[in-house]
């Protein structure tokens, strides 16, 4: 990074699948990202610092991999991280990605 990373802010953002509706179950965000049919389909992410967007896609989930790595690091570094409905990425991020990408890293 050329800025320092406290400048520099991650806008994430997920879309998912799950035999829960969020809505019409009135689950919440956290019922519905610990639900263990929610999977991740998508995470699209842009640091504020580049103009390049990045998309992890679970059909092609070793594509933008280091760049995911990356994300993960950043957050991990304390990283600013900004999105349309936070509750609801945060929730998606800590139950339902992590349990991915583990997967994933196995």
Same mark, same amino acid.
């Given at each position: 990074f050329l800025a320092p990373m406290k400048s520099i802010i991650a806008r994430l953002?997920? @879309?998912t699948l799950s035999e829960l509706d969020i809505q019409k179950d009135k689950c919440g965000p956290y019922k519905y990202a610990e639900h263990p049919s929610t999977k991740v389909?998508? =995470?699209s992410w842009k640091f504020s610092n580049s103009p390049k967007m990045f998309t992890w896609c679970r059909w092609r989930p070793r594509a933008n991999f280091?760049? =995911?790595?990356?994300?993960?690091e950043f957050i991990e570094d304390g990283g600013i991280v900004k999105s349309h409905n936070? @509750?609801? +990425? =945060?929730?998606v991020w800590n139950y339902c990605f992590a349990r991915q990408i583990? +997967? =994933?890293?196995k």
């Open positions: 953002d997920f @879309e389909n998508t =995470l280091d760049a =995911l790595m990356d994300l993960c936070v @509750e609801f +990425e =945060l929730a583990k +997967e =994933l890293l």
